[in-house]
């Protein structure tokens, strides 16, 4: 938000340079982003009257100007369609200097000479755009300096402020701060109350009083909105960045600046019956007036008439009723709505009016009579009319509450790490109004404080040290380096990093992917038939109405994602938690997945375009848990997310550790996948194990290498012959791999012949044909009476 620092001082008078001022603001936790001029830098350009305007002999679209510059009189050839006697404006003298660097002399326009140039504000560096020549106050005297005039010599302070500090969008809460940052008073303006001149009102009838505790509304009737505000109000809204518009509007937004309270003008003529702040209806829509059309429903809080919506509440009005320079009745509203629902209309309209960003952090509950009364005041002068009685609505049992909050002496030493003396804590929590009183005394002395209206933001102990720690100064506290104790770490034997597990993914191509924790309920029910996952309260939106149960529906969301981008080739992976329902609460499972699609390799010269398959997720697997030495098997699944015939779950010790192959094809319709989408899904604590690692001797005696064929029934997994085959040669066997399937001619058509190769070796001893010959005898044997097997 951006202020003047002009208007600062006038509030709170403080001896410090502007680089000084933007310090303290920020060493309190009010960042400042940045300054900046209001003007550019120029010369010898002062405040002037037209005092005569005369058509340009030679050129239809010119006319010539008599100026009185306070010294003389001057000829000005002026463009500008507002230039008109009487008017003041700025006139930049013969030899004057512009921003941006132009000198202006005598020049002949059209066969006259003009002795000098009417500016426009865009010219003066004051706007960035311009319609025509500055319109000044004509109380202003002529010749004068135009910075003097208008207080150019100004600085616009940028402030960041964090969401909790609501209470400084305003040129009165920043004073607030920085008369307490330099113990100085506050000089707030006399607000008096304004008389009615009429009895005119507008009913006001709160419906949603938990939405709007407040609602106070006031008829002025007779207004001249074709006036225009004063010059001062004028630029100082231009430069907090608002622009000026007509006189009801811009004296609710200079409010808005001055107070932090927002305000609504409507035009009364366009009300009917009376105002009713209810919530929406399902069907009912509104034009606003930025011109978007809005459909409402019954979780919207609407400001209505008896013909229906007349405005958002604390977000934004409708085109309806807006005030325009014909406006004669205007109807002032001044509300407190609930920070909960001004942000939920706020954030489902795509809305962040001045507004409703004050709204949604909170505004002081107790402003709106003291800026209805200003208002009024600033509107009456400008525009005249003659205002009626303020009608309020209020429900004081929906108000907040003053949050009462003990400080422990004790508590503050420990967390800020020094003493801060007791007359210092106690002057700062008076100056920040949060009136304390105090008992007991040394380290057990505790102050007990009552927050202000304005600061609703205090709730707990800590937050009371963060205002005694900001404003005593966080560079008054002495700097020590933290003397803790370092123990040893225990050894990770038996455990990964997941840093290193996340590395050997990325070495295969893999990119990581974080995806959000809650989901959508037919998504989970797509990827967990029939699972009841954990709702969530308060869903940001229906699509994220539940926790994830796998992370596969993340991973492949982030596919289709990818792909709608033209990806042709992706790797992704996540490790994350997941969320399961258990009899005894909620589990929280840590789970590595991935998803494969497209080609194996990148293309290139020496690649083919071959895509992923099952064995290429199979391999990737293996490598995961290969990482910390663990052995595993895999086994046939029957998982309604995989294809039926392209699943696998990892047995880790006989436990299933996961998952993988490839998704079923009626998932993959659904989710409008193209063919041969692969994922895993792996559990944490199993893929992250380790265990020791034997070491042995490498036998010195030569190998010999068997290749068998055997036939089998299909329906023979190929993990029993690895099986037996390694429970009946042990030691002896030093490799074992399959290397061929074969299916056709010359076998049965339910039965399928594996090719496998064993390599054998003794530690010790060279082995005899003879030898090798009766192990496999022995072998051929059990693998026929356990599984059927025969050698082809």
């Known amino acids: 938000m951006k202020y003047s620092e002009q208007w600062l001082r006038e509030w709170v008078p403080v001896a410090v340079s502007t680089q000084e001022l933007c310090d303290q603001l920020t060493n309190a936790g009010l960042e400042v982003e940045g300054t900046a001029g209001v003007a550019g830098e120029f010369s010898e350009v002062v405040v002037a009257k037209i005092t005569a305007v005369e058509p340009h002999p030679n050129a239809s679209r010119l006319s010539l100007c008599r100026v009185d510059d306070g010294v003389g009189s001057a000829t000005v050839v002026c463009g500008a369609p507002n230039a008109s006697v009487g008017l003041v404006s700025a006139f930049a003298r013969v030899g004057a200097v512009l921003p941006d660097g132009t000198v202006i002399g005598r020049s002949e326009l059209r066969g006259v000479v003009s002795e000098g140039m009417l500016l426009s504000a865009l010219e003066l560096g004051l706007d960035s755009a311009a319609d025509g020549i500055l319109e000044l106050d004509a109380e202003l005297e002529c010749g004068t300096d135009l910075r003097v005039a208008l207080g150019l010599d100004d600085v616009v302070i940028d402030i960041d402020l964090t969401p909790n500090r609501g209470d400084a969008l305003s040129i009165r809460g920043l004073a607030r701060e920085i008369g307490v940052l330099n113990r100085l008073p506050v000089r707030v303006p006399r607000i008096d109350a304004v008389r009615a001149d009429t009895d005119t009102e507008f009913r006001v009838e709160v419906?949603?009083?938990?939405?709007?505790?407040?609602?106070?509304?006031?008829?002025?009737?007779?207004?001249?909105?074709?006036?225009?505000?004063p010059w001062w109000i004028r630029e100082r809204l231009r430069r907090s960045g608002l622009r000026p518009i007509d006189a009801a509007v811009d004296v609710t937004n200079y409010v808005l600046l001055e107070l932090g309270q927002p305000m609504h003008a409507f035009d009364l003529d366009q009300l009917s019956g009376g105002i009713v702040v209810r919530n929406g209806r399902r069907g009912e829509s509104m034009t606003l007036l930025d011109g978007h059309h809005v459909e409402v429903d019954e979780t919207v809080l609407l400001i209505t008439d008896h013909n229906g919506p007349v405005a958002l509440a604390g977000v934004m009005g409708g085109e309806r009723s807006g005030v325009g320079t014909a406006t004669c009745n205007v109807f002032l509203e001044c509300a407190y709505f609930s920070p909960q629902t001004t942000a939920a209309t706020s954030r489902r309209f795509g809305i962040n009016s001045d507004a409703a960003y004050r709204y949604a952090r909170g505004v002081d509950h107790q402003l709106q009579a003291t800026a209805m009364e200003r208002a009024t005041r600033l509107l009456v002068d400008i525009a005249g009319g003659r205002p009626g009685p303020v009608v309020e609505a209020v429900s004081e049992k929906d108000l907040p509450r003053a949050n009462r909050v003990a400080l422990r002496k004790s508590r503050l030493d420990h967390l800020v790490g020094e003493e801060i003396?007791?007359?210092?804590?106690?002057?700062?929590?008076?100056?920040?109004?949060?009136?304390?009183?105090?008992?007991?005394?040394?380290?057990?002395?505790?102050?007990?404080?009552?927050?202000?209206?304005?600061?609703?933001?205090?709730a707990r102990e800590e937050d009371l040290v963060e205002?005694?720690?900001?404003?005593?100064?966080?560079?008054?506290?002495?700097?020590?380096?933290?003397?803790?104790?370092?123990?040893?770490?225990?050894?990770?034997?038996?455990?990964?990093?997941?840093?290193?597990?996340?590395?050997?993914?990325?070495?295969?191509?893999?990119?990581?992917?974080?995806?959000?924790?809650?989901?959508?309920?037919?998504?989970?029910?797509?990827?967990?038939?029939?699972?009841?996952?954990?709702?969530?309260?308060?869903?940001?939106?229906?699509?994220?109405?539940?926790?994830?149960?796998?992370?596969?529906?993340?991973?492949?969301?982030?596919?289709?994602?990818?792909?709608?981008?033209?990806?042709?080739?992706?790797?992704?992976?996540?490790?994350?938690?997941?969320?399961?329902?258990?009899?005894?609460?909620?589990?929280?499972?840590?789970?590595?997945?991935?998803?494969?699609?497209?080609?194996?390799?990148?293309?290139?010269?020496?690649?083919?375009?071959?895509?992923?398959?099952?064995?290429?997720?199979?391999?990737?697997?293996?490598?995961?848990?290969?990482?910390?030495?663990?052995?595993?098997?895999?086994?046939?699944?029957?998982?309604?997310?995989?294809?039926?015939?392209?699943?696998?779950?990892?047995?880790?010790?006989?436990?299933?550790?996961?998952?993988?192959?490839?998704?079923?094809?009626?998932?993959?319709?659904?989710?409008?996948?193209?063919?041969?989408?692969?994922?895993?899904?792996?559990?944490?604590?199993?893929?992250?194990?380790?265990?020791?690692?034997?070491?042995?001797?490498?036998?010195?005696?030569?190998?010999?290498?068997?290749?068998?064929?055997?036939?089998l029934d299909r329906a023979v997994p190929a993990a029993s012959i690895e099986s037996i085959v390694r429970s009946r040669l042990g030691e002896m066997l030093a490799e074992f791999t399959f290397f061929d399937v074969y299916a056709g001619e010359g076998i049965d058509s339910n039965e399928k012949s594996v090719a496998i190769g064993l390599t054998f070796q003794h530690g010790s001893r060279t082995l005899t044909d003879t030898e090798i010959a009766q192990h496999l005898d022995d072998m051929l044997l059990d693998l026929k009476s356990r599984l059927g097997v025969r050698l082809r």
Not at 210 to 217: D, I, K, Q, S
């Open 207 to 229: 419906a949603n009083t938990a939405g709007c505790p407040r609602y106070l509304g006031r008829v002025i009737e007779g207004v001249d909105l074709s006036r225009p505000a």
């Open 421 to 458: 003396p007791v007359e210092e804590v106690e002057r700062i929590l008076d100056s920040l109004e949060l009136s304390p009183s105090w008992a007991g005394d040394g380290d057990d002395l505790v102050w007990t404080t009552t927050s202000p209206s304005h600061r609703f933001d205090i």
């Open 467 to 711: 205002e005694v720690l900001r404003i005593h100064g966080y560079d008054a506290i002495d700097t020590r380096v933290p003397i803790v104790p370092l123990p040893l770490g225990r050894a990770r034997v038996n455990e990964l990093l997941d840093t290193r597990l996340k590395d050997l993914l990325v070495d295969l191509g893999y990119a990581e992917a974080i995806t959000y924790s809650f989901i959508d309920p037919k998504v989970a029910d797509l990827f967990d038939p029939g699972g009841d996952p954990v709702s969530v309260v308060n869903p940001v939106s229906s699509e994220h109405a539940v926790m994830r149960t796998s992370l596969l529906p993340g991973l492949v969301t982030a596919l289709r994602t990818n792909l709608s981008r033209q990806a042709a080739r992706v790797r992704l992976f996540e490790t994350g938690q997941c969320f399961r329902k258990e009899a005894d609460g909620l589990a929280q499972l840590t789970l590595c997945g991935g998803v494969l699609f497209g080609p194996r390799e990148r293309e290139g010269w020496a690649h083919d375009r071959n895509r992923v398959d099952f064995f290429d997720v199979k391999g990737d697997v293996e490598r995961l848990f290969a990482l910390g030495g663990l052995d595993v098997a895999f086994a046939k699944a029957a998982d309604p997310v995989l294809h039926p015939g392209q699943a696998a779950v990892v047995l880790v010790d006989g436990e299933p550790a996961g998952r993988f192959g490839r998704l079923h094809p009626e998932v993959e319709t659904v989710l409008e996948l193209p063919g041969g989408v692969y994922v895993f899904e792996l559990e944490g604590d199993a893929v992250l194990a380790r265990r020791r690692r034997r070491h042995g001797f490498v036998s010195r005696q030569p190998s010999v290498r068997r290749d068998l064929a055997l036939v």
